[in-house]
């Protein structure tokens, strides 16, 4: 990593943009209860910011690679959220979080030892999504309480965004694509939920942000294949728009079904 004091500004500016996509997702994320939270939460934006940088600085080759490892890492992800909800629903935040987390650090620590393809990174998803979507749908209806924020949450998921940027972007050409993206997709956003809601407003009610995640993140795996596979035909600018323009339409298509749920439920005056 350079010292070059141009490199060092860069940098901070980076994080600074990071954090601040990340900090105002979440804000949403309070506000908004747990349905249209989890969609927002599960839009890139911490992994988004990271492959942008990353895409500033290397080739689409090395982005396509990137996201080859980051796509078993979504599944990694949701088995994360997985162990949280239900551990949420009795025990208190280390518990929860810190096995979910272990879990996470596991099995992305086992992804990195192989040479992932687009095929295999697919089918770790889709059974990963197949076993999960199912056992979190029992957690997803619980009331949201109302959050009062503390002068220490905004700064704290700065730091934690901001951190996971300036590493993926000082290391990146050290580790090489394939930590690189395995780091990109560390669940910032999760965790800065689990961190900041679970002691104030209890775990079932923070559990049913992550579970009602699930359909979104899906559609982030699916915006991760067509990241990789966009990069290569058109470049990091282009592949980099089609796997946003995939994660927007997906998780507005969910918005627009669970809508049409609610008015069919409503029953006829």
């Given at each position: 990593?350079?010292?070059?004091?141009?490199?060092?500004?860069?940098?901070?500016?980076?994080?600074?943009?990071?954090a601040?996509?990340?900090?105002?997702?979440?804000?949403?994320?309070?506000?908004?209860?747990?349905?249209?939270?989890?969609?927002?939460?599960?839009?890139?934006v911490?992994?988004?910011?990271?492959?942008?940088?990353?895409?500033?600085?290397?080739?689409?080759?090395?982005?396509?690679?990137g996201?080859?490892?980051?796509l078993?890492?979504?599944?990694?992800?949701?088995?994360?959220?997985?162990?949280?909800?239900v551990?949420?629903?009795?025990?208190?935040?280390?518990?929860?979080?810190?096995?979910?987390?272990?879990?996470?650090?596991?099995?992305?620590?086992?992804?990195?030892q192989f040479?992932?393809?687009?095929?295999?990174?697919?089918?770790?998803?889709?059974?990963?999504?197949?076993?999960?979507?199912p056992?979190?749908?029992?957690?997803r209806?619980?009331k949201?309480?109302?959050?009062?924020?503390r002068?220490?949450?905004?700064?704290?998921?700065?730091?934690l965004?901001?951190?996971?940027?300036?590493?993926?972007?000082?290391?990146?050409?050290?580790?090489?694509?394939?930590?690189?993206?395995?780091?990109?997709l560390?669940?910032?956003?999760?965790?800065?939920?689990?961190?900041?809601?679970?002691?104030?407003?209890?775990?079932?009610?923070t559990?049913?942000?992550?579970?009602?995640?699930?359909?979104?993140?899906?559609?982030?795996?699916?915006?991760?294949a067509v990241l990789?596979?966009?990069?290569?035909?058109?470049?990091?600018?282009?592949?980099?728009?089609?796997?946003?323009?995939?994660c927007v339409?997906?998780?507005?298509t969910?918005?627009?079904?669970?809508?049409?749920?609610?008015?069919?439920?409503?029953?006829?005056?």
């Amino acid at each position: 990593m350079s010292l070059d004091p141009h490199f060092i500004l860069f940098l901070l500016l980076r994080m600074a943009i990071a954090a601040a996509f990340v900090v105002s997702a979440s804000i949403i994320t309070e506000r908004a209860g747990p349905v249209i939270g989890a969609l927002v939460a599960t839009l890139p934006v911490s992994a988004g910011p990271s492959y942008v940088f990353l895409a500033i600085d290397h080739d689409a080759a090395f982005i396509a690679q990137g996201a080859l490892a980051s796509l078993p890492v979504n599944a990694a992800t949701i088995v994360l959220a997985l162990t949280y909800v239900v551990l949420a629903q009795r025990h208190g935040l280390l518990v929860s979080c810190g096995s979910a987390v272990a879990v996470w650090i596991v099995l992305a620590s086992i992804i990195r030892q192989f040479d992932w393809s687009l095929a295999a990174g697919l089918a770790a998803n889709l059974i990963a999504f197949g076993i999960c979507i199912p056992l979190l749908a029992g957690y997803r209806h619980v009331k949201m309480p109302l959050v009062t924020r503390r002068w220490y949450d905004i700064p704290m998921r700065a730091a934690l965004v901001a951190t996971l940027v300036a590493i993926v972007v000082s290391t990146s050409s050290w580790v090489g694509p394939r930590i690189s993206g395995i780091i990109a997709l560390y669940p910032v956003v999760f965790s800065s939920i689990m961190v900041i809601l679970h002691p104030r407003i209890g775990g079932p009610p923070t559990a049913a942000v992550l579970a009602n995640s699930a359909w979104g993140l899906l559609g982030f795996g699916m915006a991760i294949a067509v990241l990789h596979v966009a990069v290569v035909w058109f470049g990091s600018a282009v592949g980099l728009c089609l796997a946003l323009g995939t994660c927007v339409v997906w998780n507005l298509t969910l918005w627009g079904i669970g809508r049409r749920a609610v008015r069919k439920a409503r029953p006829i005056p």
